[in-house]
């Protein structure tokens, strides 16, 4: 199958776009959004998609540009004839159309099928089946971006496996992949296989085995059932003894023995009653005589207590008055230090007065000088800018652009007196005449134009100077110069551009001094200098007046200070006396902070104690009141004699009860003892009783429904049962085991076969790795081959290279060697393939080795020209096909345009073709 010429109309960017492929090599060049990828998406599309599909695939060829549906015609040769492919892609109403020169037309479906069929395909690729679409020719159809991916990577379908296979089977020399033999073993075992396991290896649902299985389980399920009714009726015929037994129990013990010992409780209760009376009334004659030996012990508590807060009282009124006197003192010391104090604080008002004093007169002075200099620069700029004003105003761009039209004039003055003739009369008998103007002896003439030289009266010569045509264009251009300086000289009013520099010079001088002075009077604060100067002057008025109010102060303090009047100081003395009244008054305020907390403390102390006192005079009014009422009462309480005989009786009485209630008690406990085993906790009798009246009703219940449940249960022979159940499931399983090794050695044989049958593949994966060797033999020499496995059922896989006696995965390597092996290897099946499609099968490569060094690419083209030469017809495209050129690639260069309809029509016989697109 060869490509010959395509046609795009409306697909993407190409409005209308023709090509004509040659039969070797294709080279499609362009910068990228050129619509080189859009030519090999359409081009598989129209080989591979259904016309009427709809979807991705479609809208993907849509032109966004372009009005129209999208239409690709193909021509190729196949099956021995030329053959005109021509599809409109429209969703359902899309048409595909195919004929041959020999007058067969095919349209529709049938245009469909006939084209898969010379393409070696079952069928095209419906819209809604997309995903199928790249596997079609994947391993000669390489997009951009995929060229590093590994061909083998993907179904066997994706590289024409059947067809790979039928070659490499009739290139190699082991004989064929699968004998007939072969073939009917492997039926006959996937027909063996087939009703009893699915494809993955599991039990199939209903075979068989999976009945056998379950046949296994329901008899297992019948053993189990008849060993539980043996067992039910086991358990049922001991539970049946076990009830009669409890049931004789309690009737011959426990109810007997709890009867006898409701009726001792009975008793026990009459005897407790009879004795609360009495200890009522001892418990009332023993609280009485409690509560009056509480009161008499109170009563010593509470005279003891008075007379300790008596002695306490006086102590601590004493202390308090020591405490008030101490107070005055401390009150006294204290305003005496506030006082001086404030005297300190007055002094360090009339020091910092005098300070800011100072500094006002500082700042004043300072301003003042900042004033002056202003004023002086002020001057200074004024000069500068008045000489400035008396200067023409010539910059340096102008004094440079002078001196380059001097330049200009000299040297066009030089050219023209070069170019011109001079003639000079050094004796002469008759009168010579230049134009008519006689000459003298010793005088030279410049001649720059052509003149007429007489001789006398009978001699006339025609002077032409030297350069022809050339001297009138320099004296032309030596006009224009002097034009062009004069105009220049006259506009800046200087005779030449000496005195222009001079006077550039002079203002560049004086606009730097100005520059200069600015960025002096930067440097001074002269912004609102008189407004600062005249707060000042209000704020020294200010302090003053201030001064003038410490009079008192300021005398004071003159007395003090060993140098009198502190207003004769100098600062750095005024400041020292400043600090010295700080420190004083930092001292007088931390003694009087002391001071005060002293004093804060001593009050708080008097306070306490008076909050004492008041406490414990409050505590001595309480005493006497409670005092009081404690010998009132024991007045109303005087102890009877009687009441000590009446205790005695009460007594003996008590105890001869309490002796009798312990009997009870004995005989209760002996009693209790013996029902342990058959109650639970330390319930009452009566309770104990009904529980056991319940018991009864619940054994005889239980006894009743044991029997009918061995009834039941013995109505048939269990053990007979028992051993049916266990002869059916041993049975069951014989059978599941047999079919089990049955299904086994199927599987072992059909895995053994495979085995033996991938160990025969292995040798016929030889003729592609032989195919393969030329290729790659040319890009890394003899010490690297190429290693691959087949498998029958899964294919070609493992493609790996050897290096240095170590394999290496296909994915382990580099990305510009995996470009190049895929290459080599797509180009071997191409070439193995090559008889299944009348010996001519295009590979299209899509800026496929853009990762291989540059160094390889002579390599590179070595390959694809081996490939070309086996029959192989290449389409290379690619950003830079300059690198594709030269090194035997002899392309007849055709520049394509995206609007060219008319192909030539010899096109097809062109070897190697290149094309070059544009935006």
Request: glycine fraction near 6%; charged fraction near 25%.
């Amino acid at each position: 199958m060869q490509l010959l010429s395509c046609r795009l109309q409306r697909v993407r960017l190409h409005e209308d776009l023709t090509l004509r492929f040659g039969r070797q090599l294709t080279l499609i060049g362009g910068p990228n959004e050129t619509g080189k990828s859009t030519i090999v998406e359409a081009l598989h599309k129209g080989l591979f998609l259904r016309s009427t599909a709809t979807g991705r695939g479609v809208e993907e060829l849509r032109s966004r540009l372009y009005g129209g549906l999208p239409e690709v015609e193909i021509c190729f040769a196949a099956a021995g004839q030329r053959w005109t492919l021509r599809k409109r892609f429209a969703g359902s109403g899309g048409t595909c159309q195919l004929s041959n020169p020999a007058g067969e037309t095919l349209s529709g479906a049938e245009a469909e099928e006939r084209l898969a069929a010379l393409l070696g395909m079952e069928g095209p690729v419906e819209g809604r089946r997309i995903n199928q679409l790249p596997e079609r020719w994947a391993h000669l159809w390489v997009r951009q971006g995929e060229s590093g991916t590994n061909p083998l990577g993907g179904k066997p379908e994706s590289y024409d496996y059947e067809r790979l296979i039928n070659r490499l089977q009739g290139n190699g020399n082991s004989g064929a992949l699968q004998s007939a033999r072969d073939s009917l073993v492997l039926e006959q075992l996937q027909q063996r296989l087939a009703p009893l396991f699915t494809a993955t290896g599991r039990i199939k649902a209903g075979s068989p085995l999976a009945e056998a299985i379950n046949r296994e389980s329901a008899a297992q399920q019948d053993l189990e059932q008849a060993r539980q009714r043996l067992l039910d009726l086991e358990e049922a015929m001991e539970r049946w003894r076990s009830l009669g037994e409890q049931l004789q129990q309690l009737e011959l013990q426990q109810l007997p023995a709890l009867r006898q010992e409701l009726q001792l409780q009975q008793q026990q209760r009459l005897q407790t009653a009879e004795l609360e009376p009495l200890q009522l009334q001892l418990s009332s004659l023993r609280s009485q005589n409690q509560q009056r030996a509480d009161l008499e012990r109170s009563q010593q508590q509470q005279q003891l207590e008075q007379q300790q807060l008596q002695q306490t009282l006086e102590q601590q009124e004493s202390q308090l008055a020591k405490q008030q006197q101490q107070g005055v003192a401390l009150q006294q010391h204290l305003a005496e230090q506030q006082k001086a104090l404030q005297q300190q604080r007055s002094g360090l008002d009339l020091a910092q007065v005098l300070l800011d004093l100072d500094q006002l007169q500082r700042e004043q002075a300072q301003l003042e000088a900042h004033q002056q200099r202003f004023q002086s620069l002020q001057e200074q700029a004024q000069q500068h800018k008045e000489a400035l004003a008396q200067l023409t105003p010539i910059s340096a761009e102008q004094v440079r652009e002078l001196r380059r039209r001097e330049q200009s004039l000299a040297q066009a003055q030089a050219r023209c007196e070069a170019m011109a003739a001079s003639l000079e009369v050094l004796e002469a008998d008759q009168t010579v005449r230049v134009g008519g103007v006689p000459l003298q002896v010793g005088q030279r003439h410049q001649l720059d134009a052509e003149s007429e030289l007489q001789v006398g009266e009978g001699v006339r010569l025609r002077l032409s100077p030297g350069g022809g045509q050339a001297l009138p264009k320099a004296q032309q251009e030596l006009e224009q110069c002097r034009s062009s300086w004069s105009a220049l000289v006259k506009s800046l009013g200087v005779p030449d551009s000496e005195a222009a520099e001079a006077i550039e010079v002079q203002r560049r001088g004086h606009e730097s001094e100005l520059a200069n002075l600015r960025k002096a009077a930067q440097e001074i604060p002269w912004s609102g200098l008189a407004d600062r100067l005249a707060a000042i002057a209000l704020r020294r008025q200010q302090l003053q007046a201030n001064l003038s109010q410490q009079s008192e102060v300021l005398e004071s303090s003159s007395r003090q200070h060993p140098s009198g009047d502190p207003r004769q100081l100098e600062r750095p003395a005024l400041e020292q006396w400043q600090q010295q009244l700080r420190l004083q008054a930092q001292q007088l305020e931390q003694e009087l902070a002391t001071g005060q907390r002293q004093q804060q403390q001593q009050q708080a102390l008097e306070q306490q104690q008076r909050d004492a006192l008041q406490s414990q005079r409050n505590r001595l009014q309480q005493l006497s009141g409670s005092l009081a009422q404690l010998q009132q009462r024991l007045s109303q309480s005087a102890r009877n004699p009687q009441d000590a005989d009446l205790e005695q009786r009460l007594e003996a009485q008590l105890q001869q009860r309490q002796q009798q209630l312990q009997a009870l008690e004995q005989q209760l406990n002996q009693l209790r003892q013996h029902r342990q085993p058959w109650s639970d906790g330390p319930a009452g009798a009566e309770i104990l009783l009904d529980q056991l009246a319940q018991r009864k009703d619940q054994l005889l219940s239980e006894r009743g429904q044991c029997e009918q449940q061995c009834t039941s249960l013995g109505a048939a022979n269990p053990t007979a049962e028992l051993e049916a159940a266990q002869a059916r499931w041993e049975e069951a399983q014989q059978e599941r085991e047999r079919l089990e090794r049955e299904g086994r050695a199927l599987l072992l044989l059909q895995e053994r076969f495979h085995e033996a049958q991938a160990q025969l593949a292995n040798r016929y994966s030889e003729p592609l790795r032989e195919a393969m060797h030329p290729y790659l033999e040319l890009l890394v020499g003899e010490s690297q081959q190429a290693l691959l496995e087949f498998d029958p059922q899964e294919g070609f896989n493992k493609l790996q290279l050897l290096q240095q006696h170590e394999a290496y995965d296909f994915e382990r390597l580099s990305g510009g060697m995996r470009e190049q092996m895929a290459g080599a290897l797509r180009l071997a099946m191409a070439e193995v393939l090559l008889g299944a499609y009348d010996g001519s099968l295009p590979l299209v490569f899509d800026d496929a080795f853009t990762n291989t060094d540059r160094d390889r690419l002579p390599l590179l083209k070595q390959m694809l020209q081996r490939g070309m030469a086996q029959g192989v017809q290449i389409l290379l495209l690619s950003c830079h096909p300059e690198d594709y050129r030269g090194d035997g690639f002899a392309l007849e260069s055709e520049i394509e345009r995206k609007r060219e309809k008319n192909p030539p029509a010899n096109g097809e016989g062109t070897q190697q073709v290149e094309i070059k697109l544009s935006r």
